[in-house]
């Protein structure tokens, strides 16, 4: 019988090396999609001690190749394409190439199984966190989570709390905004997986670090998630931690800052539900309709329809219409004005029979204020309500009160005045 040919030039992995040696770069990539194949027949053994020492050095710096590896992940997931992967997550190649190996990490962690996971992937992970690009440093944070969930659960808590939120924190004040967003829509998602004690430990300085970032995609994503938190460590241990944060930032000087809090209350308060908003935040939110910057004076208005639209027609009647009545009893006329402006904002959930028995009074009544400006935003306020509002109420009380601005020494209020009794009278 004859001997088996032996010759290299018939041999599988020999054809594969010539051709990622070619110079045409198409079939060099092409060659790529054949590493399954030729991992299987190899075996895990060789593949680690004979194929890959020879792919790695055959396509460092070949950034196309790599690029082409990198878009296979998402098919392909033999140990060949994972291990090459690996080899190069942390090495000085092109960042779109990193990018995708974060993107597909934990693709690639499923494919390697725990061992490996831990002994490889661990590393590698840390690098693309460290990486000096923020595409990469993005990808990777989005992918935080995910990967920590994946890890075997007899060396999970470990390896998070001393080789993955090291890198974690330095995350938080990261130069690039995207990544600090990319880490705070996922960082809560790691409560449940380290438990109450872990959390408050850990979590709980990268938590209220992320809130005060000046990026407002940052805080919107920690106060969205903050669920997570509340589910682990229970309401009162959040509220010890958190609501020190929220006084020190709705008090700052700097009223941008105060704004930061004020707009993402409503959300705040969602999160945490009507019985604690009430007890903690509800003062503070109505403060804010006083406050001497229009712009959280407006922010705070705005605020009203989400909040009664969350906690619904009769705890506004209760607690919020009666504080903002008292607002047209202020000398300063800037608040009288703020009691007009939401009224308009209430009036829109609160319907017509709240509208009609417990704020038209209040606007009625300011139609005789000695400021100007206030009158005419009375004619502005029952333009805007009146479209809510009964016929017979309109004819007997609001159209006598619009009639009478009309005549207004002031040619602002006449105006405004003429304009509401068009829209609702002759439209």
């Known amino acids: 019988m004859a001997e088996p040919d032996s010759d290299d030039s018939l041999n599988p992995m020999s054809i594969l090396i010539d051709e990622l040696q070619n110079e ?26 004979e194929l890959l020492p020879l792919i790695i050095d055959i396509m460092y710096d070949e950034d196309e190749v790599l690029l082409a590896l990198a878009e296979q992940l ?23 190439v990193r990018y995708m190996v974060a993107d597909k990490f934990t693709e690639l962690q499923t494919a390697v199984g725990p061992e490996i996971t831990k002994t490889g992937l661990v590393p590698a992970f840390q690098n693309l966190m460290k990486d000096y690009e923020p595409e990469v440093r993005a990808a990777a944070s989005h992918k935080l989570k995910e990967f920590c969930e994946n890890l075997s659960a007899d060396y999970r ?26 880490l705070a829509s996922v960082i809560m998602g790691l409560c449940p997986i380290l438990g109450k004690d872990n ?14 970032d000046e990026c407002p995609d940052v805080r919107l994503n920690i106060i969205s998630n903050l669920n997570c938190m509340k589910e682990v460590i229970g309401i009162q241990e959040l ?30 308060a969602g999160q945490f539900g009507l019985e604690f908003f009430d007890a903690q935040l509800h003062s503070l939110c109505m403060s ?14 705005n605020n009203l329809k989400k909040l009664v639209e969350q906690f619904g027609k009769e ?10 009545l008292t607002l047209s009893e202020e000398p300063n006329y800037l608040h009288r004005m703020t009691t007009l ?61 619009l009639e009478k601005l009309t005549q207004d020494r002031d040619v602002d209020v006449k105006y405004f005045a003429q304009e509401a009794l068009t829209v609702l009278f002759l439209a």
């Open 157 to 182: 808590e470990n390896v998070i709390l001393t080789e993955i939120l090291p890198f974690s924190q330095e995350l938080v004040s990261d130069t690039n905004q995207h990544v600090r967003s990319a």
């Open 341 to 401: 402006f939401c009224i308009n904002v209430l009036s829109e959930v609160c319907g017509q029979d709240i509208t009609t028995k417990h704020m038209l009074p209040t606007v009625l009544y300011m139609a005789g204020d000695p400021v100007a400006n206030v009158r005419f935003n009375v004619a502005k306020s029952l333009q805007k309500i009146g479209s809510i509002l009964e016929n017979s109420t309109l004819q007997t009380e609001v159209k006598p009160i």
């Open 74 to 96: 998402g098919t392909f997931t033999p140990l060949a394409l994972v291990m090459i992967t690996l080899c190069h997550a942390g090495e000085d190649t092109s960042w779109r």
């Open 199 to 212: 959390t408050i430990e850990h979590l709980m300085p990268l938590f209220l670090a992320l809130l005060r």
């Open 288 to 301: 804010w309709l006083v406050d001497h910057v229009y712009a959280i004076r407006e922010a705070a208005t």
């Open 24 to 49: 045409d770069i198409q079939l060099r990539i092409n060659s790529i999609n054949k590493l399954s194949t030729i991992a299987l027949a190899l075996g895990v053994e060789k593949t680690r001690s």
């Open 315 to 324: 705890w506004a009647l209760a607690t919020v219409i009666p504080r903002v």
């Open 239 to 268: 509220s010890k931690f958190l609501l020190p944060t929220i006084m020190e930032l709705a008090e700052d000087a700097k009223w941008r800052v105060r704004l930061v809090i004020v707009e993402y209350m409503p959300l705040l």
